[in-house]
């Protein structure tokens, strides 16, 4: 059977960080899906969606096995859909440990194959963090150096 | 004198985590009051609050001991209003010892009598989170199993 | 039924911040057994235990539903031996808790009817920690502002 | 060379624990510049900013060497334009930690030259959080307690 | 190229927490490698290690692709010597994240090609920890509730 | 004034994070003493204390404002010693700044002009721990990487 992974996120951006965790979690998996979460609902994203995924599909233009997809659903659910079984997190420190535990616990109740596998994020991509890096956007920052794609 | 405890929270919604706590924490106190935060001036919440106060209240007929009220003021007032010297809360993990540490010592300044007292959430649900079950419905998602209630 | 409550601990030695948790914890409790727990086969006791019991009696002399003994077998145990369903412990920081976590759900394995009850250390004692003041007492230096007894 | 500091923060409002962190800071730095951080985008503040200026203002009257300025725009940069090579933040407990951490390796991106200094918020402040003080004030509560000016 | 795990651990005892991240675990990987850290130099093991491999290999008699060794060299030493390029590790509490973090880079500083992956330990094992279970036996407890295989 | 900070550790060995803070410190302060705490009563050093002062000497030949001394007495009263009002210290991660927070609190209450001021270590040295820097080089591996200097 295929192993494939759901990486699912807001992604708004998509940084280094995130690229770090997908290219380390790719030789693990046969393919990884990078999801991205858009809730119609909720105040709009900073970065427009379709920009987002044109930007993600630039990074991994050489990766087949990487595909970029939007999502409104539970994550839960679009795994089943994809037939993934795997579910990559990056944990950057602990506050991330406490929200991951939960969210990977309530995942595995509404999906009992799905596993939830984390890689640390290397250290110098560790502060990465996209609300920071909105915000050094939002006043006009140079904020090149924290995504992996050209603006 | 009668050990009264205050069980405050936005409870939106109650979940088995909260069941849990109240369950445990009423061999301790001579009564318990579930207080459901409510705020006006903010976002509403996702379940209706007489529902909510409607669903606890089926949850514990059998207890007579437990109470189900909503309110709007500071819960240290409103632990005076009730003659209650205790509030009652679960910790399932740092992120929230952190914010109780907080909430707590402010609700001591704010009335010397009252006294916290923690339970440690059960493994089992110590990764129940409201948001999280939250979304999990919003995306129609089964939440029976986070709720001690028929929805 | 009386709610009988076990304070266990090392106390090597008793600070303030373990007199805080005791003194709050008493309006709770119908009484609190302070038991030093006394592990022969592992490294000797920076104070001695009988002097460390002499002066937590000294400090409790007031509370005739306060009493003072040593163990050297299971928590569990001893909490059955005494009719005791409650633990009382206080949480300092993130550290304690996690430590707590564990160390209580084991109890509750052990013993079923035992429940673990945490209160919060008051702020100006979070920072008293045995091992510290052992390292002060060490070099010489004045313990007294740390331990609620004479030296 | 001067060592001046900046002490950036939304202050909604300027708290004890606040203030602790300057008067500790201001003998090591030969100025600190309090920056309020005003967002116009964002849902508004709680108390008013000129109050919040003038407040602060008076709370530091007697001392020359600090100064109290609003701002809307990226820290590093406002640090640059006032000549501020150090950031003097407090940390309170381990969620100040993470965020802080994250937020000054950015800092550090942006502008080389600029380091970021920690204080421990002393522990009898360390659970004021402007947050809850807000809270406390939107209910009526005496928030005269937890900042060091009379409101 | 097969994919293979060094699960590195002291196992003092193997814990049904250790054996929840292998079976969770063998489904990512062709073999894993259970590997006891066995330090001559340092105080002895509570449970002699030839008792707690026979154990271990007792409890995945039926996989074929687990494997029990002891070592006393540099993991990432180890890693090499079996052509393992992962190492699985379970997380259960910020504690252990910190810990995992510092390990783990040091591990890659040494291998650049070993990568950690890891699982949050399930809720109802999380709890479990050799040194308290170690603690548990010594006074005579019952630990059969903690470890896979029988005593 | 002149502001000396004193640096103290066990630093057994000295690594690059530590190098990091002091280069870091050094633009704060007019001079720092790194002070090697020397706890003739417990187990041994793995590096010998003379060795460690003759490499970080080393290091810092060329700062003549850094000295480097050893020390068996209460680091507060060092300070007092020395003249200096600062203690310069590195946060990693939140078991450090938990322990650091205790720690600090200790020392002021032992010397109230004793100032804790802290930096946070650059993530690519967050990870370096003299423990397991130990460890690697007791099995044999190799630790220039960690240490500032030619072992």
Known sequence: ?????????????FTCGHEDIVLRGIKLFDSIIIAIGYNSSKDGRYFKIEYTIEKIKETFADYSQIQVISYA???????????ANYIL?????TTDFEYENS??????????KL???????SPEFA?????????VHRYGGDISHFVPYKL
């Open 1 to 13: 059977m295929k192993k494939i992974a759901l990486f699912p996120g807001s992604f708004d951006p």
């Open 73 to 83: 659903k539970l994550t839960a659910e679009l795994a089943s859909d994809h037939g």
């Open 89 to 93: 997190r990056g944990l950057r420190n």
């Open 103 to 112: 969210i990977s616990q309530v995942n595995n109740y509404l999906n009992k």
């Open 115 to 121: 596993e939830s596998i984390f890689l640390i994020t």
């Open 127 to 135: 502060s990465f963090n996209s609300s920071i890096i909105r915000e």
